[in-house]
């Protein structure tokens, strides 16, 4: 049984979807002076319900010396956050209406997977809203 969507028409009356694209980490450049460049896919358009972490999120985050303004998403899919050892992760989120205070067009970096559920489709990430935005 997917939760996900059962529980997603119910929240959305009072935290309605938000349009999205999402740019998942492919991999990396590594320019000769050795600084590395990410490498992301083409945007894919998607719905998400972004809301304010939880207690639990913070204590997970907490060890992760994050600063900036957090959130977390909820997402149909599996994106993760940064995972070093594969060079992927980090996806990228860009928040097309404008989403509370923030600007349309904001970018977004999946930085943690706080829950994912890959035989229901669906998955919550930590995302850290970008400098510059």
Not at 17 to 32: C, E, M, N, R, Y
Not at 85 to 95: A, E, P
Not at 99 to 113: D, H, K, Q, V, Y
Request: proline share 6%; hydrophobic share 45%.
């Amino acid at each position: 049984m997917n939760l996900h969507s059962l529980a997603v028409g119910v929240i959305s009356v009072v935290n309605p979807l938000v349009p999205i694209t999402i740019q998942f980490s492919t991999g990396w450049t590594t320019a000769a002076d050795g600084t590395r460049t990410p490498i992301y896919s083409a945007p894919v358009p998607m719905q998400a319900q972004i809301q304010a972490l939880t207690f639990g999120d913070l204590r997970q985050l907490e060890g992760l010396n994050l600063q900036g303004t957090q959130r977390a998403a909820y997402l149909w899919g599996d994106t993760q956050g940064i995972v070093r050892i594969s060079s992927l992760g980090g996806d990228l989120i860009t928040v097309i209406p404008a989403f509370g205070r923030f600007p349309p067009n904001s970018i977004w970096l999946t930085t943690l997977a706080l829950e994912t559920w890959a035989n229901d489709n669906w998955c919550k990430v930590s995302i850290t809203l970008q400098d510059g935005q």
